[in-house]
Nanobody
Framework: QVQLVESGGGSVQAGGSLRLSCAAS????????MAWFRQAPGKEREGVAV????????NYADSVKGRFVISQDTAKNTLYLQMDSLKPEDTAMYYC?????????????????WGQGTQVTVSS
């Protein structure tokens, strides 16, 4: 069974950096496309970044392009989201997701497995 556990969230000043980690169960990263989503209070859950199992290509939401990088270390079974130049609007609960079921990869409903989330708060 796929298990995902996020960590690395915290509170930072605008312009700061955080590196989120998602510890995944064995074989998850090589078998499944992975993604980071985020959800702020009163807002819909939105896709942040995707890394595809077939070829390792990545896609980023326009709002984070040039600031965030999704990567993975399959030997450590860990997915990462490096977040630089953080802005207050990046404040949200960040979730790791696995197993894109096809269709719109930016839709949370298209991913089968989810972690518990880790909070990121960016102050101005």
């Amino acid at each position: 069974q796929v298990q995902l556990v996020e960590s690395g969230g915290g509170s930072v000043q605008a312009g700061g950096s955080l590196r989120l980690s998602c510890a995944a169960s064995r074989y998850t990263l090589t078998r499944y496309s992975m993604a980071w989503f985020r959800q702020a209070p009163g807002k819909e859950r939105e896709g942040v970044a995707v890394i595809f199992s077939a070829g390792g290509g990545t896609n980023y939401a326009d709002s984070v392009k040039g600031r965030f990088v999704i990567s993975q270390d399959t030997a450590k079974n860990t997915l990462y989201l490096q977040m630089d130049s953080l802005k207050p609007e990046d404040t949200a609960m960040y979730y790791c997701a696995a197993d894109w079921m096809g269709g719109n990869s930016w839709a949370a409903t298209r991913f089968r497995y989810w972690g518990q989330g880790t909070q990121v708060t960016v102050s101005s």
